[in-house]
């Protein structure tokens, strides 16, 4: 019998293609590469995570070069590599290897650029759902995700409820709020009120100060005021307080690995993010049929995402458990502390194997 241990090992980080990819706006893609990373047991239940907006796909990674949900993935941890397939995509539009607007488009040999179409959440889902089918796997046991990763695994249980038993969404709600297209509007018009952005023209490699500036009002709103108040404690740096420094760190942190144009689309793909739309129902008729089991979890201080809200939408969904993480993170709180939630995600994990060994 082969060592459990020895299945959990197995790791390859690739991209596969799909050949064709109608987008929700009409337009066409042809040629569609999707990055992943897979890890984790070879025969074992799939586990399809969806990443937020800066992240990608390598959410295990390697000693040495941990993945952004590494404390969270492993032998015998809360997403147990010796049961599992770990599966996860670079997001359609995205940075880091899938087709984006960094992308070479085939017909005309060079960037998409300002070029690539808008794509909406929707557009994200359907693309690694073609793309799971290029790898020939059926069927998956669980979509999880947080922020723009939990948008993608809601409408994963809109959009493919036979496709996957149990969604599980983090630090996100049924809709973008407006508070959040707010934050969103700032980072756009940073970005591309920037005179070198060049109205999306800019040559490769460009370091573009909108970016960073965007990355910073980001940033404003994944912690909470306690735990800035807490770590800068209004100190000074050389010039201006330690908060600003961090900011100006990050900002430059961020536009020297992202696409400003990629970064755009993510965003506005973020602003389409609402159960209900075009579905021709409220988001109560939503809840109260979605047609897949739904575990959400908030972070307390979520100052984009109402806890509140994903309870009472939670609430209403039949097969539908709602958690809240208290914690001084806020929305960042899907990104640590993981001893306090990972539980959580691995006791209904371990429901779905029950289920599958009662009924045979």
Known sequence: MENPHTRAARYEVNSITIPTLTLESGETLKGVELAYEKTGSANGPVILICHALTGNHIVKGTPGNNGWWDGLIGPGSYLDTDEYTILSFNVLGGNDGSTGPASIDPPTGRRYGREFPAVTVRDMVKAQYLALKELNIPHVHAVIGGSLGGMQALEWGMMFP???????????????????IAFNHIGIQAIESDPDFQNGHYPE?????????ARMA????????L?????????????????????????????????????????????SHDLSRGRGCTLDDIAE??????????YEGDLIYSPEYMERFTNRVRAGRHYFVSTAFGHDGFLVEFEKWGSMI???????????VVNG
Do not use: W
């Open 162 to 180: 036979s496709f996957v038993d149990k969604v599980f969404a983090l630090a996100v709600t049924p809709t973008l709020s407006d508070y959040g």
């Open 205 to 213: 490699g460009a370091h573009i100060k909108g970016l960073e500036i």
């Open 218 to 225: 980001g940033m404003v709103t994944y912690r909470t005021p």
């Open 227 to 271: 735990l800035f108040d807490d770590r800068f404690k209004r100190e000074e740096a050389q010039s201006g307080f330690q908060v600003e420094s961090y900011l100006n760190y990050q900002g430059r942190k961020l536009a020297s690995r992202f696409d400003p144009n990629s970064y755009l689309t993510l965003l506005k793909a973020m602003n």
């Open 289 to 298: 049929h979605y047609p897949t089991e739904l575990i959400t979890i908030s």
């Open 346 to 356: 691995s006791s209904h994990l371990k429901n779905v194997q029950a289920k599958r």
